[in-house]
C-alpha cells in the first residue's frame, strides 16, 4: 500500500520547525539586552552619576575673596587711619632759632624758639593745636649804645590756636600748611653787669658777676602766625609720630613809644622750628 502526504501540509510542517528554531536562536540575544539597556539601573549606576557631577566641571570654583579696604599688616597709608580716640589726639615738641625781618632788626637780632602744642585731628586732613611759643632775641650792640645799657634782650611769648592743613602725599614725607593767632606778651629788657657775692651751703663764698636789670617795658597784645612744614616717618610707615621741620612768619602788635608809654611798635620775626610731630 502506497502512502502519499498533502504538499501543503508538509509545507506548513516545514515552516513550523523554522520559526521554532529561529526563536530559540533570538532568546539568549533579547536576555544580554534587557540586562545591559538603558532601562535599567543600579546603586552603583547612581553613585557615579553624583560622583560626575560633584567632580566634573559644574562645580565651580569658589571666587576669592575681594579685597580690604582697609591696608593689611605691613602696608603703609599717606595718612594715619584714625581707629580710635587716640589715634585723633595730637601734639608736637620742637625748637630752632629765628630771624627778625622789617624794622624788628633795629632792636632784635637772631635768637632761638621753643614751641610746643597738643589738639585734635578731625580727619586725615584737618587738625588743630593749641600752641605756646616762647622766642629769645638779643638787642644790637647799636641799639644799647644809644640808649646807653651795657645789655639786653626781647622775650615773646605766646598761647594761640593754629589749624593745620595735612597734604596729599606718597610714601614716608609729607607737608602741611599751619596759621593762627592769639595772645602774645613782648618784654623788653635792658640789663647791666653787677658783681655779687655768692656763698655755698658749707659757708664758702666767692666774688661773681650777673646780669641785673636796671630797665625794661612790657605789652600784651594781639598776634598772628602764618606758615608751612615737611614731615618725615622716621618711626615707621605705621607710625603715627614723624619729624618735622617747619618756618613761620610771625607778627606781633606791640605798641610803639609815645610821650607816656616805652615801646619799639610791631614785632616780626621767622622761627624755623625742628622737632617731633604726633
Not at 557615579?48 to 569658589?62: K, N, R, V
Not at 632775641?137 to 615773646?156: E, F, M, Q, S
Not at 612790657?218 to 607710625?239: L, V
Amino acid at each position: 500500500m502506497v502512502v502519499s502526504s498533502s504538499p501543503s501540509r508538509s509545507f506548513f510542517f516545514r515552516m513550523v520547525l523554522a520559526c521554532s528554531a529561529l526563536a530559540m536562536t533570538a532568546i539568549p540575544f533579547t536576555a544580554k539586552a534587557q540586562t545591559s539597556g538603558p532601562a535599567v539601573s543600579s546603586s552603583s549606576d547612581y553613585k557615579a552619576y553624583l560622583s560626575e557631577d560633584i567632580d566634573g566641571d559644574s562645580l565651580a570654583a569658589a571666587p576669592n575673596p575681594a579685597p580690604s579696604a582697609k591696608p593689611q599688616y605691613g602696608q603703609t597709608n599717606s595718612y594715619p587711619s584714625y581707629q580710635n580716640r587716640w589715634s585723633h589726639v595730637a601734639f608736637e615738641a620742637g625748637g630752632g632759632f629765628n630771624a627778625p625781618v622789617g624794622h624788628t632788626t633795629n632792636y632784635a637780632t637772631y635768637g632761638g624758639n621753643i614751641t610746643l602744642g597738643a589738639g585734635w585731628n578731625f580727619n586725615k586732613w584737618l587738625g588743630t593745636l593749641v600752641e605756646y611759643q616762647f622766642i629769645a632775641d638779643k638787642i644790637p650792640g647799636r641799639t644799647l649804645a644809644a640808649v646807653g645799657a651795657p645789655g639786653g634782650n626781647v622775650h615773646v611769648w605766646s598761647f594761640t590756636i593754629d589749624p593745620i592743613v595735612y597734604l596729599p602725599s606718597r610714601g614716608n614725607f609729607g607737608a602741611y600748611f599751619t596759621g593762627g593767632g592769639g595772645f602774645y606778651r613782648k618784654v623788653t629788657t635792658f640789663t647791666s653787669p653787677q658783681p655779687v657775692l655768692y656763698c655755698d651751703y658749707f659757708g664758702f663764698c666767692y666774688e661773681g658777676v650777673t646780669n641785673v636789670t636796671i630797665g625794661h617795658f612790657s605789652s600784651n597784645q594781639g598776634g598772628m602766625n602764618i606758615g608751612a612744614g615737611f614731615t618725615w616717618k622716621a618711626f615707621g610707615p605705621d607710625s603715627n609720630g614723624k619729624l618735622f621741620a617747619e618756618v613761620r612768619y610771625v607778627w606781633v602788635d606791640s605798641p610803639s613809644a609815645t610821650a607816656t608809654q616805652q615801646g619799639t611798635g610791631s614785632f616780626g620775626t621767622l622761627p624755623v622750628t625742628f622737632g617731633v610731630r604726633w
